[in-house]
C-alpha cells in the first residue's frame, strides 16, 4: 500500500459508515431486554397486588381458624392449612429418603449399565410429565387397586412421586459438585463406601440437598390437579386430628345410618376416660366421671372434651393417614369458581396465604443455593 | 446399603411403569375395547357425559393448541429477549439477581394464576378489547394463554441463557474482533450457535403449557368445541379430565375410562415434546 493509497482514504480510524446506526441497534437492545424483564417482573407484582387488593382484608386470625362454609362472612381455612400440612408431612416423609437415596445411586454407586440408563431415562421423563397424569395414577392405581382411598396418605404418595425428580435431580448435583479428593481421603483411611459417602460427601453435599428439598415441597404444596383427581374434598368441615378442647363423642354399639342401634336391647360395659355426658338413646342425659364403668345401652353417646393428651395422641400418623382432606390449593379453586364476589375474596386470601408459603420458600432456597455458591472454595 | 439405594432409585422406573400400566390398561383395553380409534382420532365431537356420547377428541386437541399457541407467541418473543439480555449484555450482579427472581414466576401456584387470568386480565383484556369490536367471553383461552405465558417464561429464559452462555467465549472475542457490535455478535454468532438448546428450551416450555391444568380449568371454558380463535372459550384435554374428576368420578364407566384416552393423548404429546427438547439439549452439550 503507497503513501498516495492511505492518503485517498484517508483516516482508516475515522468510523466506517452506518456504525452510528449499528450502535444504537446495539444500545437500544439492552431497553428491549430490560422491558422484557420488567413484563416478567411487572407479572409477579401485579399478581401480589390484585390479591393484596381482593382478598387482604378478609387475613385474619377468624380466617385462618375457622372452617369452609357456605356464609362467605365467616368462612375459614382452618382444614385446608391443617390438611395441607398432614398432607405434605407424608410427601415429605416418601419423597426425601427416596428421592435423596435414589440421587446418591446413581451419583456414586450406579455402574454404567442398561439399568442405570434406564433409570435416567424414567427421572428425566417424569419431570416432564403434566402433573394431572400423576393424578390418574393415583386413581387407577393407589385408589383402585391398592385400595387405599381418597385419603391424606394416597395424596401424600402421588405429591411424592410428582416430586421426586425434582429431589432427585438436586441431590445429583449436590452429590457430583462434591471433589473427588474428599471421597478418596476417606477411603485411604478405611472408610467403606457408604461410610465415605453417608459422613464425609453428604455433609458437604447437604445445603444443595436442602435447596432441592424446600424446591420440591413448595411445589406440593400448591399443586392442585392431581389431587382433585384423587377427590380432595372441597368442602370439608372437620379436621383428620383432634385438637384439645374439641368435643369428643363415642357412639356405643353398632348404630345404622339414623343413628338408631342396630341391635336396641344390648348393652355394653363401658370405661369411660374422661368426665362428661352420656347421652342416651331416649335423648336423656346422664353426667359420668373418668375411671368408672357403666353398663350402656347400644345407641348412646358418650361425650366429653378431648384433653391434651388426646390431642397429642391423635396426630399419630395412623389416625390421620386414611381420613379425607382438602388443601389449600383446592379450597382456593373451590372458592375462585364460585360467582359471588364475598367467596372470590375470600379465594383471594387464600391464594396470598399459598404465594407467601412458594415465594418464601423459594426464596430461601435460591439464598441457600447463593450463600452456597459464596462460601465453599474447594 | 447399595440393595437400598438401588431400590429407591429403581422407584422412578416403578413409576413410570404404573403410569403405563394405568393409562394403557383403562385407555386402550377399556376405552378402545368400546370406542374406535377412528372416531377418537377423527371425530369432531367430545360430548363423554351425554346420553349420545361421542368420542371425538378433536375439540379437546384444539383448546390445547389454541391455549399453547398464545402461551409461546407470549413466552417466546420475552423469554428470548430476557435471555439475549442476560447472556450477551447485562453484568454478572445483573442476572444474578435477575434469574433467580423471574424464576419465582414459575414457582407461583397454578391456581393462583388460574384466579388471576379469570378476575385480572380477563376484565382488563374484555376492556381492552371492546373498542375493537370484540366482545370477550368471561372464559377464554386467551387470558388463560396469556398467563401460561408469563407462567412459562422463565423456563424459556433460563434454560436458552445457560444454553448462550455455553457459547465458548472465543467465538464472541472473534466476532468482537470483526469489528461486531454485541447486539450482531448475539443474534448472529451466539444465538446460532446455542440454537438447539434454545429450541429445546422452548419446546420444554412448551410440554409445560399442554400439560397444564389448573389456569385452563379456572379462566379457560370447560364446553369442549372446536377452537378457531383465542377469544373463545374452550375446553383442553387436562380442563376435561379435571372437569370429569370434579363431579362424582363414575368408576368402571365408560365416561371414567374416556379420562384415561384423553390422559394417553395428553401423555404422548407431552413425552414426544420432552424427547425431542432432551435430544437438542444434548446435541448442544456436544457440540463444545
Given at each position: 500500500?503507497?503513501?498516495?493509497?492511505?492518503?485517498?482514504?484517508?483516516?482508516?480510524?475515522?468510523?466506517p459508515p452506518g456504525l452510528a446506526t449499528r450502535r444504537f441497534k446495539d444500545a437500544s437492545f439492552i431497553v428491549w431486554g430490560i422491558v422484557a424483564t420488567i413484563i416478567g417482573l411487572g407479572t409477579l407484582v401485579a399478581l401480589v397486588s390484585e390479591l393484596v387488593h381482593d382478598g387482604g382484608h378478609r387475613?385474619?386470625?377468624?380466617?385462618?381458624?375457622?372452617?369452609?362454609?357456605?356464609?362467605?362472612?365467616?368462612?375459614?381455612?382452618?382444614?385446608?392449612?391443617?390438611?395441607?400440612?398432614?398432607?405434605?408431612?407424608?410427601?415429605?416423609?416418601?419423597?426425601?429418603?427416596?428421592?435423596?437415596?435414589?440421587?446418591?445411586?446413581?451419583?456414586?454407586?450406579?455402574?454404567?449399565?442398561?439399568?442405570?440408563?434406564?433409570?435416567?431415562?424414567?427421572?428425566?421423563?417424569?419431570?416432564?410429565?403434566?402433573?394431572?397424569?400423576?393424578?390418574?395414577?393415583?386413581?387407577?392405581?393407589?385408589?383402585?387397586?391398592?385400595?387405599?382411598?381418597?385419603?391424606?396418605?394416597?395424596?401424600?404418595?402421588?405429591?411424592?412421586?410428582?416430586?421426586?425428580?425434582?429431589?432427585?435431580?438436586?441431590?445429583?448435583?449436590?452429590?457430583?459438585?462434591?471433589?473427588?479428593?474428599?471421597?478418596?481421603?476417606?477411603?485411604?483411611?478405611?472408610?467403606?463406601?457408604?461410610?465415605?459417602?453417608?459422613?464425609?460427601?453428604?455433609?458437604?453435599?447437604?445445603?444443595?440437598?436442602?435447596?432441592?428439598?424446600?424446591?420440591?415441597?413448595?411445589?406440593?404444596?400448591?399443586?392442585?390437579?392431581?389431587?382433585?383427581?384423587?377427590?380432595?374434598?372441597?368442602?370439608?368441615?372437620?379436621?383428620?386430628?383432634?385438637?384439645?378442647?374439641?368435643?369428643?363423642?363415642?357412639?356405643?354399639?353398632?348404630?345404622?345410618?339414623?343413628?338408631?342401634?342396630?341391635?336396641?336391647?344390648?348393652?355394653?360395659?363401658?370405661?369411660?376416660?374422661?368426665?362428661?355426658?352420656?347421652?342416651?338413646?331416649?335423648?336423656?342425659?346422664?353426667?359420668?366421671?373418668?375411671?368408672?364403668?357403666?353398663?350402656?345401652?347400644?345407641?348412646?353417646?358418650?361425650?366429653?372434651?378431648?384433653?391434651?393428651?388426646?390431642?397429642?395422641?391423635?396426630?399419630?400418623?395412623?389416625?390421620?393417614?386414611?381420613?379425607?382432606?382438602?388443601?389449600?390449593?383446592?379450597?382456593?379453586?373451590?372458592?375462585?369458581?364460585?360467582?359471588?364476589?364475598?367467596?372470590?375474596?375470600?379465594?383471594?386470601?387464600?391464594?396470598?396465604?399459598?404465594?407467601?408459603?412458594?415465594?418464601?420458600?423459594?426464596?430461601?432456597?435460591?439464598?441457600?443455593?447463593?450463600?452456597?455458591?459464596?462460601?465453599?472454595?474447594? | 446399603?447399595?440393595?437400598?439405594?438401588?431400590?429407591?432409585?429403581?422407584?422412578?422406573?416403578?413409576?413410570?411403569?404404573?403410569?403405563?400400566?394405568?393409562?394403557?390398561?383403562?385407555?386402550?383395553?377399556?376405552?378402545?375395547?368400546?370406542?374406535?380409534?377412528?372416531?377418537?382420532?377423527?371425530?369432531?365431537?367430545?360430548?363423554?357425559?351425554?346420553?349420545?356420547?361421542?368420542?371425538?377428541?378433536?375439540?379437546?386437541?384444539?383448546?390445547?393448541?389454541?391455549?399453547?399457541?398464545?402461551?409461546?407467541?407470549?413466552?417466546?418473543?420475552?423469554?428470548?429477549?430476557?435471555?439475549?439480555?442476560?447472556?450477551?449484555?447485562?453484568?454478572?450482579?445483573?442476572?444474578?439477581?435477575?434469574?433467580?427472581?423471574?424464576?419465582?414466576?414459575?414457582?407461583?401456584?397454578?391456581?393462583?394464576?388460574?384466579?388471576?387470568?379469570?378476575?385480572?386480565?380477563?376484565?382488563?383484556?374484555?376492556?381492552?378489547?371492546?373498542?375493537?369490536?370484540?366482545?370477550?367471553?368471561?372464559?377464554?383461552?386467551?387470558?388463560?394463554?396469556?398467563?401460561?405465558?408469563?407462567?412459562?417464561?422463565?423456563?424459556?429464559?433460563?434454560?436458552?441463557?445457560?444454553?448462550?452462555?455455553?457459547?465458548?467465549?472465543?467465538?464472541?472475542?472473534?466476532?468482537?474482533?470483526?469489528?461486531?457490535?454485541?447486539?450482531?455478535?448475539?443474534?448472529?454468532?451466539?444465538?446460532?450457535?446455542?440454537?438447539?438448546?434454545?429450541?429445546?428450551?422452548?419446546?420444554?416450555?412448551?410440554?409445560?403449557?399442554?400439560?397444564?391444568?389448573?389456569?385452563?380449568?379456572?379462566?379457560?371454558?370447560?364446553?369442549?368445541?372446536?377452537?378457531?380463535?383465542?377469544?373463545?372459550?374452550?375446553?383442553?384435554?387436562?380442563?376435561?379430565?379435571?372437569?370429569?374428576?370434579?363431579?362424582?368420578?363414575?368408576?368402571?364407566?365408560?365416561?371414567?375410562?374416556?379420562?384415561?384416552?384423553?390422559?394417553?393423548?395428553?401423555?404422548?404429546?407431552?413425552?414426544?415434546?420432552?424427547?425431542?427438547?432432551?435430544?437438542?439439549?444434548?446435541?448442544?452439550?456436544?457440540?463444545?
Amino acid at each position: 500500500m503507497s503513501a498516495v493509497d492511505v492518503a485517498e482514504r484517508g483516516d482508516i480510524t475515522a468510523h466506517p459508515p452506518g456504525l452510528a446506526t449499528r450502535r444504537f441497534k446495539d444500545a437500544s437492545f439492552i431497553v428491549w431486554g430490560i422491558v422484557a424483564t420488567i413484563i416478567g417482573l411487572g407479572t409477579l407484582v401485579a399478581l401480589v397486588s390484585e390479591l393484596v387488593h381482593d382478598g387482604g382484608h378478609r387475613l385474619s386470625m377468624t380466617f385462618f381458624m375457622s372452617f369452609p362454609s357456605s356464609d362467605p362472612e365467616i368462612a375459614g381455612i382452618l382444614s385446608a392449612w391443617v390438611g395441607s400440612i398432614l398432607v405434605i408431612a407424608t410427601t415429605a416423609a416418601f419423597a426425601i429418603p427416596i428421592g435423596v437415596l435414589a440421587g446418591i445411586y446413581l451419583e456414586e454407586y450406579a455402574p454404567k449399565n442398561w439399568m442405570t440408563s434406564a433409570i435416567e431415562i424414567a427421572v428425566n421423563n417424569l419431570a416432564g410429565v403434566p402433573s394431572i397424569i400423576f393424578g390418574l395414577l393415583a386413581v387407577g392405581l393407589f385408589v383402585q387397586v391398592f385400595d387405599l382411598g381418597q385419603s391424606i396418605l394416597t395424596a401424600g404418595i402421588t405429591l411424592a412421586l410428582l416430586i421426586l425428580p425434582v429431589v432427585i435431580v438436586a441431590t445429583r448435583e449436590a452429590v457430583r459438585s462434591v471433589p473427588l479428593e474428599i471421597r478418596q481421603a476417606a477411603l485411604a483411611v478405611g472408610a467403606t463406601k457408604w461410610q465415605a459417602t453417608q459422613h464425609h460427601v453428604l455433609p458437604y453435599a447437604m445445603p444443595g440437598v436442602v435447596t432441592g428439598v424446600i424446591i420440591g415441597i413448595s411445589r406440593a404444596i400448591g399443586e392442585t390437579a392431581p389431587l382433585i383427581l384423587i377427590g380432595g374434598l372441597t368442602f370439608v368441615a372437620f379436621l383428620p386430628i383432634t385438637r384439645p378442647g374439641d368435643a369428643a363423642f363415642e357412639v356405643i354399639g353398632a348404630v345404622d345410618e339414623y343413628g338408631a342401634p342396630v341391635t336396641p336391647d344390648a348393652t355394653e360395659r363401658v370405661l369411660i376416660d374422661h368426665d362428661g355426658v352420656v347421652v342416651m338413646p331416649d335423648f336423656s342425659e346422664m353426667p359420668v366421671q373418668a375411671g368408672q364403668t357403666y353398663d350402656l345401652p347400644h345407641g348412646a353417646t358418650v361425650q366429653s372434651v378431648a384433653t391434651w393428651s388426646d390431642a397429642v395422641q391423635s396426630w399419630a400418623p395412623q389416625n390421620w393417614l386414611g381420613s379425607e382432606f382438602t388443601v389449600m390449593p383446592i379450597q382456593m379453586f373451590n372458592w375462585t369458581s364460585r360467582p359471588e364476589a364475598e367467596f372470590r375474596e375470600l379465594a383471594a386470601a387464600a391464594g396470598l396465604v399459598l404465594l407467601a408459603i412458594t415465594l418464601l420458600m423459594n426464596g430461601t432456597a435460591i439464598w441457600l443455593r447463593y450463600r452456597l455458591r459464596k462460601q465453599i472454595r474447594w | 446399603m447399595e440393595m437400598l439405594l438401588f431400590l429407591a432409585a429403581a422407584a422412578a422406573i416403578a413409576i413410570v411403569v404404573g403410569i403405563l400400566y394405568v393409562v394403557l390398561s383403562e385407555a386402550v383395553v377399556k376405552f378402545f375395547g368400546q370406542v374406535s380409534f377412528l372416531e377418537f382420532i377423527t371425530g369432531t365431537t367430545w360430548t363423554p357425559t351425554f346420553d349420545n356420547p361421542q368420542y371425538g377428541i378433536a375439540p379437546l386437541l384444539t383448546g390445547t393448541f389454541m391455549s399453547t399457541l398464545v402461551a409461546l407467541s407470549v413466552a417466546v418473543p420475552l423469554g428470548l429477549l430476557v435471555a439475549v439480555y442476560l447472556s450477551e449484555f447485562a453484568s454478572t450482579r445483573m442476572r444474578e439477581t435477575i434469574k433467580p427472581t423471574l424464576e419465582l414466576l414459575a414457582a407461583v401456584p397454578t391456581v393462583v394464576y388460574g384466579y388471576f387470568a379469570l378476575l385480572f386480565v380477563t376484565p382488563l383484556l374484555q376492556q381492552a378489547l371492546r373498542p375493537l369490536g370484540i366482545e370477550l367471553p368471561g372464559f377464554n383461552l386467551l387470558s388463560a394463554g396469556l398467563v401460561m405465558g408469563l407462567m412459562i417464561i422463565p423456563y424459556i429464559a433460563s434454560l436458552s441463557e445457560d444454553a448462550m452462555r455455553a457459547v465458548p467465549n472465543a467465538m464472541r472475542d472473534g466476532s468482537s474482533a470483526m469489528g461486531a457490535t454485541r447486539l450482531e455478535t448475539a443474534f448472529r454468532v451466539v444465538f446460532p450457535a446455542a440454537v438447539s438448546g434454545i429450541v429445546g428450551a422452548v419446546i420444554l416450555g412448551m410440554s409445560r403449557a399442554v400439560g397444564e391444568t389448573m389456569i385452563v380449568v379456572v379462566a379457560g371454558g370447560q364446553q369442549p368445541v372446536i377452537v378457531t380463535s383465542p377469544t373463545q372459550q374452550g375446553a383442553t384435554v387436562t380442563a376435561f379430565i379435571a372437569q370429569v374428576a370434579l363431579g362424582d368420578i363414575p368408576y368402571g364407566t365408560l365416561e371414567y375410562s374416556s379420562i384415561f384416552a384423553a390422559g394417553l393423548a395428553l401423555l404422548l404429546l407431552t413425552l414426544v415434546f420432552n424427547f425431542i427438547a432432551f435430544a437438542l439439549q444434548r446435541r448442544f452439550r456436544e457440540a463444545y
